[in-house]
């Protein structure tokens, strides 16, 4: 009996050495959607008012485990099912993120005029929060957490991909490690980018001095957190649009041998550019059909 009971150790101390080598693996794999995930992510994080950012990125983490709670089972479902799904919902998501991407493109070019015309109602609306601001916070969480969505399914189907030859037991538990990886890095790293500026305002009221390290690391962290935000903005922007492209290309075989001599990142920019640009006017008139049921 005793026997029985380290071999049944064996055999744990083995899965969970396999498990460790195929959650290495699968994290490495998907490292490049990690990173986009973390610039989408931090852009949508930011712009409310400072009491409101934790807790705004508290809910969107939430409906990020959500997200990969409704997403798992149904992946590994669809993989013994009918295989030919997974692609084919990617290729949809794919197609929501373009349009993500190149509608905020469209935003900074043709709507800079209208928002420097509203800009003093923003700023009475970040100073007196309403009605008004809550509904718009509701809105960019809602976004937020379609737009993880998709990236979760991306990273969910790539990490599968990576233990596809391995026992179920292991493809369930190293993909569901690589999710939890994913949501707590992700999220935790916002945080910490979002919270930068008090950050900074501590090490300044924490030195007694007028000069000093603290208080230059201070002030850096005060001044940094503008530039970073917009330059989060202009990498989520390219991140969703080359996580499209990138979908495009690795499941349109058509698309996928269209331009054999362009450097893959160009290519994966033109397609992400093109499927928002079809999107775009189909966005268009279905929240227009939207708002004419609701009248």
């Known amino acids: 009996m005793a026997s029985g009971f380290f071999a049944i150790l064996d055999d744990i101390a083995a899965l969970m050495d396999d498990i460790a080598v195929t959650s290495k693996i699968a994290t490495k794999q998907t490292a490049g959607i990690l990173g986009d995930d973390l610039a989408v992510n931090a852009e949508k994080a930011t712009g409310f008012l400072s ?5 705004v990125l508290m809910q969107i983490m939430k409906g990020s485990f959500i997200n990969k709670l409704i997403i798992l089972p149904i992946a590994f479902l669809l993989q013994w099912l009918y295989p030919p799904a997974i692609k084919l919902i990617l290729v949809f998501g794919g197609l929501y993120l373009a349009y993500e991407g190149v509608e905020k493109i469209i935003e900074y070019f043709f709507h800079k005029k209208e928002d420097k015309e509203t800009g003093q109602e923003v700023i009475a609306e970040i100073e007196e929060p309403s009605d008004a601001g809550e509904n718009e916070e509701k809105a960019k969480i809602k976004s937020a957490i379609t737009t993880d969505f998709i990236l979760s399914i991306e990273i969910v189907i790539i990490a599968l991909g990576t233990v596809l030859n391995q026992s179920l037991t292991i493809q369930i538990i190293t993909v569901s490690i690589v999710a939890i990886i994913a949501t707590i890095g992700v999220y ?108």
């Not at 935790?188 to 305002?201: N, Q, S």
């Not at 007028?210 to 330059?231: E, Q």
Request: net charge positive; aromatic share 8%; proline share 4%.
């Open 51 to 55: 009491s409101r950012e934790i807790p």
């Open 188 to 295: 935790g790293i916002v945080a910490l980018i979002v919270r930068m500026d008090d950050a900074g305002y501590k090490l300044i009221r924490k030195s007694k001095k007028d000069k000093g390290f603290l208080v230059s690391l201070g002030t850096f962290l005060v001044k940094a957190l503008p530039w970073v935000i917009k330059g989060l903005g202009v990498v989520g922007t390219i991140a969703l649009i080359l996580v499209a492209g990138g979908i495009f290309d690795h499941n349109i075989d058509y698309l996928h041998h269209l331009l054999p001599n362009f450097p893959s990142m160009a290519k994966q920019a033109i397609y992400g550019i093109v499927g928002g640009l079809m999107m775009v006017p189909l966005f268009i008139l279905f929240k227009k059909g939207l708002a004419l049921v609701k009248k």
